[in-house]
């Protein structure tokens, strides 16, 4: 009956399916509601221009000048009142985005400086030279006196030495010696994954000269939404402020963003380290238990070897 089912289901025309007719009414729904939306802005900006005609001729403004204005405006109502208004808020929308640009500049330099921090004491994640010399000194007989002497390493000191004892654990309960740097590799690399958290870098980068690109914009918006002529544009007092926000939003976008990608470089020269370093001595650990392995193998065969003349001794005196 399943069978019948999906197969009836899937015989269905795609714009007759459960899945897509629900994305199909969401879809229109939003269409509908932005619809209605723009046409609320249109109307509002539309008697807002009727108000200030009003005013105009209430404040003896010439014929001609009316006319062009009005001419202005009706060609594009909702922009010209949206552009009234970030005139109006331009101060406001300025410290904002000064506001955006310098939390994510802070952002770039406290990750990183905590990273730097945190990574700096690379004994945390792998042991130094003289105690691996140390561990791998050891005279280990067997597998089991391995396994003994690992759990009792001091995991606080090192993660590697954490790494190590479950790695060993997990080997010792499947029983497959040869295993343990299979295990051992993927405890690094979700180590190191960890650290890397570029995701952070990589949405500051596509912010930063989102931010600045917006303010150019917002002062570009400024000097134009004046009305004045460009005679008299460049040596207004709005084209000046308009361009200086232009220019200072703009490079300081391209600075977080220089931020973010040295950051971004330094952090995953780290990263690479560390891993690399802990990887060297996984290999040099499972170096260890290879010879262990093998040591195991000769005892089994010199084992095998003296039972064969026994027998042998068994059958002739029989």
Known sequence: MTKSRQEAEYSQPVYKRGKYLVSTLATVAVLVIA????????????TKIHSALQQQ????????QRQDFAETTSTDPVGFDLANYMHAKYPTIVLLTYFVLASLALAVVVRFAL?????????????????????????????????????????????????????VMVTDASGR???LYLHLRNRIDRITENLDEMSLYDSIATASPAAGFFGTLTGFLYIFS????????SQSLEFAVGLKVAIITSLWGLLNLGMAIGATYFSRRIIDQIHDQMVVRAVAVCEVVETLRITDRQTDTESEVEVIPNKEQIRVRS
């Open 177 to 179: 010696v040869d295993h």
């Open 35 to 46: 619809a209605v939306i723009i046409w609320q802005m249109h109307n509002n900006a539309v």
């Open 57 to 64: 001729e209430r404040e003896g403004v010439s014929e001609s």
């Open 115 to 167: 990273f730097v921090l945190f990574s700096a004491k690379r004994d945390q994640y792998y042991p130094n030279n003289v105690e691996l010399d140390h561990f791998l000194s050891q005279k280990f007989a067997t597998w089991d006196e391995f396994c003994r002497y690992t759990q009792t390493r001091d995991h606080r000191k090192s993660r590697f030495w954490r790494v190590l004892k479950d790695s």
């Open 226 to 233: 004046q009305g004045q002529s460009a005679a008299n544009l």
